[in-house]
T-cell receptor, first 114, second 112 residues
Framework: GAGVSQTPSNKVTEKGKYVELRCDPI?????LYWYRQSLGQGPEFLIY????????DSGLPNDRFFAVRPEGSVSTLKIQRTERGDSAVYLC????????????FGNGTRLTVT | EDQVTQSPEALRLQEGESSSLNCSYT??????LFWYRQDPGKGPEFLFT???AGEEKEKERLKATLTKKESFLHITAPKPEDSATYLC?????????????FGPGTRLSVLP
């Protein structure tokens, strides 16, 4: 079946602009995660959704970052007033809920803030 | 705070030269330890889940083992196509947020 889909694959924006990153999870997966990965580092947790609600947003670095999942499927990560330090690969992952279901990742959106 | 470290940071092997990668973790209670493979420009690809000390999982040339403090990913007779970054992650029993904590990864290069 189809895997996790993320769009766009690349996004270049100017400092101060607003960006939206989209994630389409695997059908039937109720849990959805956003991670951020900088070069040479492991993925860093941002936010976790269970269904439509954000069950844990403790990884969001500040209030410029916000994410939604209005219908419990597709999610959008929104970044306001982008800064050069926001440049990274933003990864989305989904999984079944409960037990130890592994995360299944998309290929990420590479965000570059100039 | 849950922590994961990995060593070495980078490893170069000749084709056929077996070795092991280490993942050390600190969690209050381990729910599961996960190994992933990541190719350049791609998202991490799931390899194994380990739940308790003494458990082992195998897939082709890879074998993952788990103790109470660390996990090893053994690579037997590697091939150039095994070149990738290998990530481990833990999920803690008391992690209300259910999130997975990742280590920084080991970059493996297998030379022909």
């Amino acid at each position: 079946g189809a895997g996790v889909s993320q769009t766009p694959s690349n996004k270049v924006t100017e400092k101060g602009k607003y960006v939206e990153l989209r994630c389409d999870p695997i059908s039937g997966h109720t849990a959805l995660y956003w991670y951020r990965q900088s070069l040479g580092q492991g993925p860093e947790f941002l936010i976790y959704f269970q269904g439509t609600g954000a069950a844990d947003d403790s990884g969001l670095p500040n209030d410029r970052f916000f994410a939604v999942r209005p219908e419990g499927s597709v999610s959008t990560l929104k970044i306001q007033r982008t800064e050069r330090g926001d440049s990274a690969v933003y990864l989305c992952a989904s999984s079944f809920t409960g037990g130890n279901s592994p995360l299944h990742f998309g290929n990420g959106t590479r965000l570059t803030v100039t | 705070e849950d922590q994961v470290t990995q060593s070495p940071e980078a490893l170069r092997l000749q084709e056929g030269e077996s070795s092991s990668l280490n993942c050390s973790y600190t969690v209050s209670g381990l729910r599961g330890l996960f190994w992933y493979r990541q190719d350049p420009g791609k998202g991490p690809e799931f390899l194994f889940t380990l739940y308790s000390a003494g458990e082992e999982k195998e897939k082709e040339r890879l074998k993952a083992t788990l103790t109470k403090k660390e996990s090893f990913l053994h690579i037997t007779a590697p091939k150039p196509e095994d070149s990738a970054t290998y990530l481990c992650a833990v999920r803690a029993v008391d992690n209300y947020g259910q999130n997975f904590v990742f280590g920084p990864g080991t970059r493996l290069s297998v030379l022909p």
